[in-house]
Antibody, heavy 115, light 112 residues
Framework: EVQLVESGGGLLQPGGSLRLSCAAS????????MHWVRQAPGKGLVWVSR????????TYADSVKGRFTISRDNAKNTLYLQMNSLRVEDTAIYYC????????WGQGTLVTVSS | DIVMIQTPLSLSVTPGQPASISCKSS???????????LHWFLQKPGQPPQFLIY???NRFSGVPDRFSGSGSGTDFTLKISRVEAEDVGVYYC?????????FGGGTKVEIK
């Protein structure tokens, strides 16, 4: 069964750092582009970042460029999102997603940035 | 960036009746490989989003056949042939043609 399980969220102050993880199982992780998508409370879905199968190609939304870093460890079937210089507006549930071919979304992990 | 516009913003439907949601993109979502990278998701209350339809018209595993997707280029439609109570939630279209990937603003479906 294909599964994506996010973890690492929490409550922190503006300017802080956090690393999110996404454990993947049930498919050949290293063969797939993976993405992070976030959803602020009561708001819509926003794409954050993507990474190719071997980790050599990464792209970011303008809103997180220079602050967030996506990476992966294919030996551990795990996707990461290092989040630095966090802002209040980064408060959201963060989901890791595989769009192609499509798989079910995980439950996400909540990041709350508040003073 | 490709802008995705969904209409209507909300929909109130009697069980058993059909429903339709439109999604328009600011540029064609047809890729040179012949595929059109337009997808539909449903986010039920309190749950993460779930795939409904991928590449315009392909139902995700386990999605009932009352859901169908159609369209081409820049105009797309999600149809529910007979709405059921479990279909309530927010429906999103999105494209994966290029970065940044973008989502429509969502259509909230409720049951009358």
């Amino acid at each position: 069964e294909v599964q994506l399980v996010e973890s690492g969220g929490g409550l922190l102050q503006p300017g802080g750092s956090l690393r999110l993880s996404c454990a993947a199982s049930g498919f050949t992780f290293s063969s797939n582009w993976m993405h992070w998508v976030r959803q602020a409370p009561g708001k819509g879905l926003v794409w954050v970042s993507r990474i190719n199968g071997d980790g050599s190609d990464t792209t970011y939304a303008d809103s997180v460029k220079g602050r967030f870093t996506i990476s992966r460890d294919n030996a551990k079937n795990t996707l990461y999102l290092q989040m630095n210089s966090l802002r209040v507006e980064d408060t959201a549930i963060y989901y890791c997603v595989r769009f192609s071919p499509p798989v079910g979304w995980g439950q996400g992990t909540l990041v709350t940035v508040s003073s | 960036d490709i802008v995705m516009i969904q209409t209507p913003l909300s929909l109130s439907v009697t069980p058993g009746q059909p429903a339709s949601i439109s999604c328009k993109s600011s540029q064609s979502l047809l890729q040179s490989d012949g595929k059109t990278y337009l997808h539909w998701f449903l986010q039920k209350p309190g749950q993460p989003p779930q795939f409904l339809i991928y590449t315009v018209s392909n139902r995700f595993s386990g999605v009932p056949d009352r859901f169908s997707g159609s369209g081409s280029g820049t105009d797309f439609t999600l149809k529910i042939s007979r709405v059921e109570a479990e279909d309530v939630g927010v429906y999103y279209c999105m494209h994966t043609l290029q970065v940044p990937l973008t989502f429509g603003g969502g259509t909230k479906v409720e049951i009358k």
